[in-house]
């Protein structure tokens, strides 16, 4: 089921996405080209680094706005740190450092590291038991000549942008999926998004400031923000997700007085299979959004963890399955254009994480916005988190730039794509048989691993006699009764103080429990709803 196409929406951007021509983007055969002219990465312990080392230069492209009038006091607080300022001079050959406290590797009691590891495009458990490939990192290696990246770099201390070879890979794949239109876009790791989230509030907001996004969002989002003094306001949303002219009204209309704030400046997204709705945006909603952020000089954050499980359109219980795409060049073009590659502004900052399509357990994701918004953002590294864990990145060095490379990881993507599919048409086939139509509604995802049920809670016997959220309860201790746990609309409401639901909601997810499991626990959830509006 396609999404509705986007809403028209009577608002002028201060300037036009489509206005600016660019040059071919960078393709996945043309990273090896481009290595070979920059010659061997060289980046020993705590080595200074920055996308400006790796990603195209383009004199044509506009450079990003400027956001001083939106960073926080906090922010502004912030310079660089004395001692990891002082590496850029590590590199200078033949330098004893007698500066920074940095460990010898010697007294690190991990010589060496071994994973097995799939052989694209050979991706399931079973091949990879039998072919898989052996893949070890060693302390010394660089220095013995067998790589650019080892453990005693890895285990070391590093930089607040992350370590350099894998800032590389990342960097290049966000110039490869997004080819950002403006001159200086960065990229800086971070340690998974819900952190890069923490510290993006810490840097453009004030205690007492609104945050819009979704009417029902990311709870940790909510959560995380909450204890900083910032209040999220929700926007209405369709299937489709955020809805432009709902925006652009309750930021045209806001009055600083009534609402005890100033007028807001940020927005909170996930574009793609939005948590908790799985509503994804479409190309020319993103336009309207973009266009909306113009005229009332929004700072858009795009949290994107589930873009790449982007699936095969919905076509039915019964209908064949579609083919996979026949190429990476194939999948790239069925993506939906990302924030990043329409942002002309520099007003964009995109969170991508490994979290969904490698593992969470390594805590490791990246930020891509303006130069000056990155600057900022490894400011605040260099006094917390510092950056993500040495051993976290070296694996993921070696699993994805070493071994897979940019192919071999666009291939993965694309076996994610097909089983996501699979699960999601899984969960949506148990829905169709258990769920009682009349009551139970839905609208196939088309990202994400989510499934939005809306319940008529009007049909309900104790309708007029309930709130809702007790309805909502009454079902939900109901099917874990049953045996099945499914969350709750209510827990994922934007605003948390005098929210009144209108509606009655719960969430599926069809990411982890096998097919079997997700029948059965949709089966339960049946009985449930059924014995509470007693049919």
């Known amino acids: 089921m396609a999404p509705p196409s986007a809403i028209g929406i009577d608002v002028e951007g ?18 090896s080209a481009r290595r070979a002219k920059a010659g061997k990465l060289i980046a020993g312990t705590a080595a200074y680094t920055s996308s400006d080392f790796f990603k195209h230069y383009d004199a044509s492209k506009p450079k990003a706005r400027r956001w001083d009038h939106y960073l926080s006091l906090e922010s502004k607080s912030r310079i660089p740190s004395s001692l990891k300022g002082a590496a850029r001079h590590l590199k200078k050959p033949g330098i004893i450092s007698l500066g920074g406290g940095l460990p010898c590797a010697e007294y690190f009691p991990i010589e060496e590291l071994n994973m097995k590891i799939p052989k694209p495009p050979h991706f399931t458990e079973e ?13 010394y290696d660089v220095s013995e000549g067998h790589g650019i990246y080892d453990l005693s770099i890895a285990l070391n201390y590093g930089q607040g942008s992350g370590s350099a070879q894998l800032l590389r890979f990342v960097t290049e794949h966000t110039e490869i999926v997004c080819h950002p239109p403006y001159q200086d876009w960065h990229c800086a790791l971070s340690v998974g998004s819900t952190s890069a989230l923490e510290q993006t509030y810490r840097m453009f907001c004030e205690r007492g400031d609104y945050v819009l996004s979704e009417e029902y969002t990311f709870a940790s989002a909510v959560e995380t923000a909450a204890p900083l003094g910032v209040k999220f306001l929700g926007v209405k949303i369709d299937n489709e997700g955020l809805l432009p002219e709902a925006l652009d009204e309750l930021l045209s209309n806001w009055d600083v007085q009534s609402r005890g704030a100033r007028k807001p400046f940020i927005l909170y997204t996930v574009p793609s299979g939005q948590n908790p709705t799985g509503a994804t945006q479409g190309t020319e909603r993103r336009k309207a959004i973009y266009k909306v952020a113009q005229k009332h000089d929004l700072y858009i954050i795009e949290d994107e963890p589930y873009y790449f499980l982007q699936m095969q359109p919905y076509t039915g219980t019964d209908a064949p399955n579609i083919p996979p795409p026949r190429s990476n060049e194939e999948f790239l073009k069925a993506l939906i254009p990302t924030y990043l590659s ?36 490894i400011r605040h590294n260099e006094c917390s988190n510092q950056n993500p864990s040495g051993i976290s990145q070296l694996l993921l060095y070696k699993l994805l730039d070493e071994n897979w ?49 809306k319940l008529d809670w009007h ?3 104790h309708a007029n006699t309930k709130k809702i959220v007790e309805l909502e309860e009454e079902i939900f201790l109901a099917a874990v009764d049953r045996g099945v746990l499914i969350s709750r609309g209510s827990w994922f409401t934007a605003e948390r103080v005098g929210f009144e639901a209108t509606d009655l909601f719960f969430r599926a997810t069809f990411a982890a429990a096998s097919s079997e499991k997700m029948t059965e626990a ?13 049919l």
């Open 14 to 31: 201060v300037r036009d996405t489509e206005g600016i021509v660019l040059p071919d983007p960078l393709t996945v055969n043309g990273v």
């Open 405 to 453: 490379g940019h192919d071999g990881y666009l291939q993965w993507l694309i076996n994610l794509r097909m089983q996501y599919t699979k699960r999601r048409d899984s969960l949506l086939a148990a829905c169709e048989k258990y769920l009682p139509s009349e009551i139970v509604s839905w609208n196939p995802p088309a990202a994400g691993m989510f499934l939005w049920l």
């Open 522 to 534: 949709i089966e339960r959830f049946g009985v449930a709803v059924r014995e509470s509006f007693e």
């Open 459 to 461: 049909k309900h016997p």
């Open 127 to 139: 091949e990879t038991s039998k072919s898989g490939q052996i893949v070890r990192a060693g302390k």
């Open 342 to 377: 329409m942002d002309i502004d520099g007003r964009v900052m995109r969170m991508d994480s490994f979290s969904k399509v490698i593992a969470p357990g390594t805590r490791v994701g990246w930020i891509t916005a303006s130069e000056q918004v990155v600057e900022r953002f």
